[in-house]
């Protein structure tokens, strides 16, 4: 979920709360606050606590909270990881350390050394396109013996070394890329952690039901029809932060500016944003509105 922010630039929590009770409302079943797309590198230690007890309050026990709480720094993410737990989530989504890119030993170790922190699972998050550092399936398999590391966000694009993995442990994989949904879902994924469900969040849901209830080619479909907004929104040179929270205030939802070094997408994407959310919502539901 994005962090809507004021006019101002301040934290907006009645605007987090209003735009996290519109995605359950859609079939979001978890909210994942203070991730990539939920600008976590520029939002302070207390607005991330706060954030995740203002989401609580608004959508009580009905869907699970997971709190973005990866940095470079393991000791860092270890005071994250336990003000996440005190103000209410129910599960932590912790990047690979970036920037220092340490070998996989201390990989290992900075996880396990956050598991062992507070008492909520963990969900790994690869994404090394962004981190420098991969966790290799190797590393994954070793810490998927830890009793609190529960899960993964798969933005690696290896769908070989992700099948290595689900084959030889109970991790619960999460597509990260909202094109690899149905593609990860197919071989045993158990869901994914979405920046284009901001917008769209029937829309993907209604992939993964489909695909439960047996119908493939429905569900094929579905991932077909929200490509050209997935495209629009995550392979069109702006970051997905910058394109959901366009989107959003282009439909009259909370999200507020984005926070320099990001910058606000121009009008020829807003426009072009519009036209992909339209053809998105032409089949499989409603595309998510606040008009």
Do not use: W
């Not at 302070?44 to 954030?51: C, F, G, I, P």
């Amino acid at each position: 979920m994005v962090t809507p922010f004021t006019r101002t630039g301040t934290l907006d929590a009645e605007g987090a709360q209003r735009l996290a009770g519109l995605l359950v409302a859609e079939g979001c079943d978890g909210l994942v606050l203070s991730g990539t797309t939920g600008e976590s590198p520029t939002t302070s230690d207390a607005e991330k606590a706060t954030l995740v007890r203002a989401v609580r309050e608004a959508v009580g026990d009905q869907v699970s909270i997971v709190a973005g709480v990866g940095t470079a720094d393991t000791r860092h993410t270890v005071e994250l990881a336990t003000a996440a737990e005190k103000a209410g989530a129910d599960g932590l989504l912790v990047v690979a350390p970036y920037y220092s890119r340490p070998p996989q030993d201390a990989v290992e170790a900075h996880f396990r050394e956050i598991a062992d922190a507070s008492g909520l699972p963990l969900m790994l998050y690869d994404i090394p396109g962004r981190t420098g550092t991969r966790i290799e399936p190797e590393t994954m398999i070793r810490l998927a013996g830890h009793p609190r590391i529960a899960g993964v966000k798969d933005c690696a694009y290896d769908l070989l070394g992700t099948q290595k993995v689900l084959a030889r442990t109970d991790l619960a994989y999460y597509a990260g890329c909202d094109e690899y949904v149905l593609a990860l879902y197919a071989v045993g994924a158990a869901g994914y952690v979405s920046t284009v469900a901001n917008v769209a969040p029937r829309q993907f849901r209604s992939i993964v039901d489909a695909f439960d209830a047996g119908d493939t080619a429905g569900a094929a479909r579905g991932q077909r029809q929200v490509l050209p907004l997935v495209e629009s929104m995550m392979s069109a040179g702006l970051p997905g932060a910058v394109t959901a929270k366009a989107l959003l205030h282009a439909l009259g939802l909370p999200a507020g500016p984005v926070r320099a070094p990001l910058r606000p997408a121009g009008r020829e994407a807003v426009d072009g944003l519009l036209a992909a959310h339209r053809e998105a919502a032409g089949t499989g539901g409603t595309a998510v509105s606040g008009r």
